[in-house]
């Protein structure tokens, strides 16, 4: 009973741990298409996480360094390592109006942590449109 047990419960860390790189090789995947997708461009990805007691949210946003918008957007939500990206259309606009656009608690600090990545990135100009 005790080798049984010991061998169920290794196979499951084995399994939690093959599932959570996959879900690692997901957000790398899905980073590098959105740098070869706004490559040459005056645009910069930045990223976020957000936990709470018992789901969590990353998200990979591209932001037009000229107007300071979100142009692309993708996240991840969800409690389990099946969660995939997805696109969130309901994310594109100013960057600075993001946070207010989340769904949940752990969105909210992902958008949040993303606009402070933004931020650190250094300054940028305004363009004439949006000064």
């Known amino acids: 009973m005790n080798t049984e047990f010991a061998l169920l419960l290794g196979g499951a860390l084995v399994l939690?741990?093959?599932?959570s790189w996959a879900q690692q090789r997901a957000y790398?995947?899905?980073v590098r298409r959105m740098a070869d997708q706004y490559s040459g461009?005056?645009?910069a990805l930045v990223s976020g996480r957000g936990k709470s007691f018992a789901r969590g949210?990353?998200?990979v946003l591209a932001v037009d360094e000229r107007s300071r918008r979100v142009v692309a957007a993708q996240a991840m939500?969800?409690?389990t390592v099946f969660a995939r990206f997805r696109p969130q259309t309901d994310l594109l606009g100013p960057?600075?109006?993001t946070t207010s656009r989340a769904h949940s608690a752990p969105m909210g600090k992902a958008l949040q942590e993303a606009q402070?990545?933004?931020?650190?990135l250094g300054?940028?100009?305004l363009s004439r449109k949006t000064a």
Not at 16 to 19: E, N, P, T, V, W
Not at 116 to 120: S, T
């Open 95 to 97: 960057l600075s109006s």
């Open 77 to 79: 939500k969800g409690s």
């Open 116 to 120: 402070k990545q933004y931020k650190q």
């Open 123 to 125: 300054p940028k100009p």
């Open 16 to 19: 939690g741990a093959l599932l």
């Open 57 to 59: 949210a990353i998200v």
């Open 28 to 30: 790398a995947r899905t």
């Open 41 to 43: 461009q005056p645009v």
